[in-house]
């Protein structure tokens, strides 16, 4: 779940983003695992799925680095979170999301996907239409 107030907004990097609504000074704790809203789905129900429930879950779930028999749906707005090169949120513990610089208001709040996936970046399924 997300620990700072963010709102959505169109990407400049692809369809939507997380912006953040006030300052986030560096290091702050920016997102947690919480199981008791975020999903971890097995992948055997990820992969029986069809249709338009696995095109979504496609594109807004990543493989769980502490458990590769399950996905991570995130059930907020992380889950709009885009990729970025050169990312201003630290995604590399399973757990927990720091920001790795200031991040003004309105700026919006990137990882780096390759984190998710042991063999670099890389999606569940197809991304695009």
């Known amino acids: 779940m997300l620990l700072v107030d963010v709102y959505l907004d169109k990407s400049p990097i692809q369809g939507i983003g997380v ?3 006030h300052y986030i000074p560096r290091g702050t704790l920016i997102w ?7 999903r971890c789905i097995p ?3 990820y992969q029986g799925e069809s249709g ?3 095109s979504y879950l496609d594109r807004y779930s990543y493989p769980d680095r502490r458990d590769p028999n399950y996905i991570v749906f995130e059930a907020d707005d992380a889950r709009y979170m885009n990729h970025a090169d050169e990312p201003n949120c630290d995604v590399s513990s399973p757990e ?3 920001a790795l610089r200031d991040i003004a208001p ?3 709040l990137t990882c780096d996907y390759n984190h998710f996936f042991e063999n670099g970046f890389d999606f569940l399924g197809d991304r695009h239409p």
Do not use: I, M, Q, S
């Open 19 to 21: 912006f953040a609504k």
């Open 32 to 38: 947690k695992l919480d199981p008791r809203f975020d």
């Open 43 to 45: 992948v055997e129900t």
């Open 52 to 54: 338009p429930v696995k």
């Open 96 to 98: 927990e999301t720091y």
């Open 106 to 108: 309105g700026e919006e």
